[in-house]
Protein backbone atom coordinates (compact mmCIF):
# COMPACT_ATOMS: atom_id res chain seq x y z
CA UNK A 1 0.00 0.00 0.00
CA UNK A 2 1.25 3.58 -0.80
CA UNK A 3 1.95 5.87 1.60
CA UNK A 4 -0.65 8.89 1.08
CA UNK A 5 1.22 12.57 1.12
CA UNK A 6 0.05 15.30 4.16
CA UNK A 7 -1.14 18.58 2.54
CA UNK A 8 -0.90 21.31 5.05
CA UNK A 9 -2.37 24.23 3.82
CA UNK A 10 -4.64 27.04 5.28
CA UNK A 11 -5.05 28.85 1.66
CA UNK A 12 -8.34 28.14 -0.36
CA UNK A 13 -6.43 29.01 -3.30
CA UNK A 14 -3.30 27.80 -2.77
CA UNK A 15 -4.95 24.52 -1.79
CA UNK A 16 -6.66 24.26 -4.58
CA UNK A 17 -4.16 24.88 -6.80
CA UNK A 18 -1.65 21.94 -4.94
CA UNK A 19 -4.33 19.75 -5.47
CA UNK A 20 -4.73 20.30 -9.11
CA UNK A 21 -0.84 19.71 -9.60
CA UNK A 22 -0.54 16.86 -7.25
CA UNK A 23 -3.50 15.15 -9.46
CA UNK A 24 -1.35 16.45 -12.98
CA UNK A 25 1.53 14.64 -11.53
CA UNK A 26 -0.45 11.25 -11.82
CA UNK A 27 1.03 10.22 -8.40
CA UNK A 28 -1.11 7.35 -7.16
CA UNK A 29 -0.70 8.19 -3.97
CA UNK A 30 -3.85 10.15 -1.32
CA UNK A 31 -3.41 13.06 -0.54
CA UNK A 32 -4.40 14.07 2.82
CA UNK A 33 -5.49 17.41 3.53
CA UNK A 34 -5.07 19.76 6.93
CA UNK A 35 -5.97 23.19 7.32
CA UNK A 36 -3.67 24.04 10.53
CA UNK A 37 -0.75 22.82 12.71
CA UNK A 38 -2.85 21.46 15.28
CA UNK A 39 -4.40 19.28 12.89
CA UNK A 40 -1.20 18.27 11.14
CA UNK A 41 -0.01 16.94 14.59
CA UNK A 42 -3.39 15.04 15.44
CA UNK A 43 -3.08 13.32 11.79
CA UNK A 44 0.77 12.56 12.77
CA UNK A 45 0.18 11.00 15.88
CA UNK A 46 -3.32 9.25 14.84
CA UNK A 47 -5.26 11.66 17.52
CA UNK A 48 -8.35 13.57 17.45
CA UNK A 49 -10.36 13.10 13.84
CA UNK A 50 -7.45 10.78 13.04
CA UNK A 51 -7.67 8.93 15.97
CA UNK A 52 -9.32 6.00 13.63
CA UNK A 53 -6.86 6.39 10.76
CA UNK A 54 -4.55 3.52 9.07
CA UNK A 55 -1.42 3.29 10.69
CA UNK A 56 2.29 4.60 9.28
CA UNK A 57 3.45 7.62 8.49
CA UNK A 58 3.16 9.65 4.78
CA UNK A 59 5.54 9.61 2.69
CA UNK A 60 5.90 13.17 2.82
CA UNK A 61 4.64 16.38 4.43
CA UNK A 62 4.01 19.25 2.33
CA UNK A 63 3.98 22.13 5.26
CA UNK A 64 3.23 25.66 4.46
CA UNK A 65 5.40 28.13 6.57
CA UNK A 66 2.24 30.36 8.18
CA UNK A 67 -0.24 28.46 9.75
CA UNK A 68 -3.20 28.66 12.36
CA UNK A 69 -3.41 27.69 15.90
CA UNK A 70 0.51 26.18 15.25
CA UNK A 71 3.04 27.13 12.78
CA UNK A 72 5.09 25.09 10.25
CA UNK A 73 8.05 25.74 12.17
CA UNK A 74 6.88 24.42 15.21
CA UNK A 75 5.11 21.47 13.39
CA UNK A 76 8.69 20.53 12.05
CA UNK A 77 10.42 20.66 15.16
CA UNK A 78 7.94 18.51 16.34
CA UNK A 79 8.46 16.11 13.42
CA UNK A 80 12.02 15.98 13.85
CA UNK A 81 11.94 15.69 17.98
CA UNK A 82 9.59 12.69 17.73
CA UNK A 83 11.31 9.24 17.18
CA UNK A 84 8.61 7.87 15.56
CA UNK A 85 8.16 10.37 12.86
CA UNK A 86 11.99 12.21 12.12
CA UNK A 87 12.32 10.10 8.96
CA UNK A 88 9.52 11.76 7.46
CA UNK A 89 10.97 13.95 4.77
CA UNK A 90 8.97 17.59 4.90
CA UNK A 91 9.27 19.98 2.49
CA UNK A 92 8.20 23.50 3.08
CA UNK A 93 6.03 25.28 0.79
CA UNK A 94 5.75 28.51 1.62
CA UNK A 95 5.26 32.60 0.01
CA UNK A 96 8.19 33.44 2.62
CA UNK A 97 11.06 34.54 1.24
CA UNK A 98 12.67 35.95 4.85
CA UNK A 99 16.14 35.02 5.08
CA UNK A 100 15.47 33.65 8.84
CA UNK A 101 12.28 31.79 7.48
CA UNK A 102 14.62 30.13 5.47
CA UNK A 103 17.63 29.22 7.90
CA UNK A 104 15.23 28.27 10.81
CA UNK A 105 13.46 25.45 8.38
CA UNK A 106 16.84 24.23 7.34
CA UNK A 107 18.46 24.31 10.88
CA UNK A 108 14.87 22.65 12.15
CA UNK A 109 15.74 19.65 9.43
CA UNK A 110 13.90 20.87 6.70
CA UNK A 111 14.42 18.53 3.66
CA UNK A 112 13.58 21.21 1.01
CA UNK A 113 12.27 24.86 0.92
CA UNK A 114 10.16 25.95 -1.87
CA UNK A 115 8.58 29.13 -2.24
CA UNK A 116 5.14 29.04 -4.12
CA UNK A 117 5.30 30.91 -7.42
CA UNK A 118 3.00 33.29 -7.86
CA UNK A 119 2.05 33.02 -11.73
CA UNK A 120 -0.29 29.87 -11.59
CA UNK A 121 1.55 27.81 -14.14
CA UNK A 122 4.48 28.08 -12.55
CA UNK A 123 2.92 26.99 -9.16
CA UNK A 124 1.39 24.00 -10.80
CA UNK A 125 5.00 23.34 -12.23
CA UNK A 126 6.34 23.41 -9.30
CA UNK A 127 4.18 21.20 -7.06
CA UNK A 128 4.16 18.68 -9.81
CA UNK A 129 7.83 18.51 -9.63
CA UNK A 130 8.10 18.20 -6.19
CA UNK A 131 5.41 14.96 -6.21
CA UNK A 132 7.58 13.37 -9.35
CA UNK A 133 11.19 14.48 -6.95
CA UNK A 134 9.37 12.41 -3.57
CA UNK A 135 7.40 9.60 -5.85
CA UNK A 136 10.33 9.36 -8.32
CA UNK A 137 13.43 10.19 -7.80
CA UNK A 138 14.11 10.19 -3.69
CA UNK A 139 15.53 6.86 -2.64
CA UNK A 140 13.08 6.45 0.37
CA UNK A 141 14.39 4.53 3.71
CA UNK A 142 15.10 0.69 3.56
CA UNK A 143 12.06 -0.81 4.39
CA UNK A 144 9.35 1.79 3.39
CA UNK A 145 6.89 1.93 0.79
CA UNK A 146 8.08 3.10 -3.52
CA UNK A 147 5.72 5.25 -4.61
CA UNK A 148 3.69 4.49 -7.82
CA UNK A 149 2.91 6.45 -10.74
CA UNK A 150 -0.25 6.09 -12.27
CA UNK A 151 -0.66 4.42 -15.63
Known amino acids: MLKPILLV ?8 LALIALEKSQLANEVIVVRDGAEALDYLNAEGQFANRQTG ?3 VVLLDLKLPKIDGLEVLKYIRSADALKSIP ?3 LTSS ?4 DLLRSYSLGVNAYVVKPVEFR ?3 QAIADLGIFWAVLNEPPPGSTRYVRRP
Do not use: Y
Request: hydrophobic share 35%.
Open 122 to 124: EFV
Open 97 to 100: REEQ
Open 9 to 16: EDNPKDLE
Open 57 to 59: NPA
Open 90 to 92: VVM
